[in-house]
């Protein structure tokens, strides 16, 4: 009895796998913050789920579950538990805890029960190295392109308010105008706010979306991360501008190489599989 | 006998994994497409500066940033976001 509510817990944690791992891939396609933090709540689910499978396998398996791999394997995918529990105020240190969840896919080596130990751990090791190294690959790159786009853009947007603030001072009556300024501030093309402090402390505030002070930050607060924006400051002048283009991009360099490592995963399996049944 | 029911079971083994390594890069190069579809969307986040109420640019100089200054604002940023 004891047996086969094994088996089916077993059989229900492979689909909770799959499931986080397809979590882990809808990520990439959510664009809101509500959304994407409700696939947060989801994946705290799983990660309970997961650290409850290890209890139960600890209670049942005991001193032999401690020495298999598959015990590094559970407390590796649990790890981002420490992001729900706010450890980690950033989100993208959340997002590469998460990242490790899809060592979990290994776990279903227990379809070929057949193997010796020594080959289900062999297979564990290269598995878990091998998406160690894709995921890593995946996020330094990742991580390298998103500080090159940002310096660019960084680069992008100074050229572009230096030459805002020459056109505006460059009119005709020697006055500073605002006209110039706006007209030429607007090729800035993620723009969304610009904060002018005059000599008299007075502060003149344009955005782009032409929405009132509160409703615009609404909007910024409903559609952008903090790491989406960016504050520059050049002279007395404040903007903000969008960068969750250049996220997106970085973000679709880590969805690639999740991809990978799942066919990688699938190939090392088939290779495992074909050689356990070579020896039978 | 076996050795041909083996046989025929190992093939039918390999086309199915087959299968999944190709359903695999299947959904990759559909997901991929929605992808783009996301990009656009990030986009339309911002107001293109072709539909703001601006004129064409008026050229001026350009005025290079230099490599420290860029380096300066990218501090500035990670500032920011660890604060």
Not at chain 1, 54 to 72: A, G, P, Q, T
Not at chain 2, 13 to 18: K, V
């Amino acid at each position: 009895m004891k047996k086969i509510l094994f088996s089916i817990w077993n059989f229900i944690i492979s689909i909770v796998v799959i499931l986080a791992v397809i979590l882990m891939l809808r990520y990439y396609f959510e664009v809101t913050p509500a959304k994407i933090q409700m696939l947060e709540k989801y994946q705290l689910f799983i990660t309970i789920l997961f650290i409850f499978d290890v209890i139960i396998r600890l209670s049942v398996l005991k001193i032999e579950y401690l020495k298999s791999s598959d015990f590094v394997i559970d407390i590796i995918s649990c790890i981002d538990i420490i992001s729900a529990l706010k450890i980690f105020r950033i989100f993208r240190f959340a997002r590469i805890l998460r990242f490790l969840r899809i060592v979990r896919i290994l776990k279903f080596s227990r379809i070929f029960e057949q193997a010796t130990p020594k080959i289900r751990n062999t297979f564990n090791f290269t598995g878990l190295a091998g998406l160690i190294v894709i995921i890593s690959l995946g996020l330094y790159t990742s991580k390298f392109i998103r500080e090159r786009l940002i310096k660019s853009e960084i680069n992008y947007t100074y050229t572009l308010l230096k030459i805002s603030l020459n056109n505006a001072n460059a009119s005709t009556d020697s006055e500073f105008s605002y006209e110039n300024f706006i007209m030429s501030i607007n090729n800035i093309k993620n723009l969304l706010k610009v904060e002018k402090t005059d000599d008299d402390g007075r502060i003149i505030q344009y955005n782009t979306l032409n929405l009132a002070t509160a409703d615009f930050d609404k909007y910024l607060n409903d559609n952008f991360f903090q790491d989406d924006l960016l504050n520059i400051e050049y002279q007395n002048i404040k903007t903000l501008i969008s960068i969750k283009n250049l996220n997106h991009i970085a973000n679709r360099i880590e969805f690639y190489s999740l991809m990978f490592a799942i066919f990688y995963y699938v190939i090392l399996f088939a290779i495992f599989y074909f050689l356990c049944n070579d020896e039978k | 006998m076996g050795y041909k029911r083996n046989k025929t079971k190992k093939v039918m083994e390999i086309i199915i994994f087959l299968i999944i390594a190709c359903a695999i890069g299947f959904s990759f190069f559909s997901m991929d497409e929605s992808l783009d579809v996301v990009e656009e969307k990030v986009n339309k986040l911002t107001v293109s500066t072709d539909n703001r109420p601006s004129v064409a640019a008026l050229k001026k100089s350009i005025e290079k940033m230099s490599a420290d200054e860029a380096e300066d604002a990218y501090l500035k940023y990670q500032q920011q976001l660890s604060r």
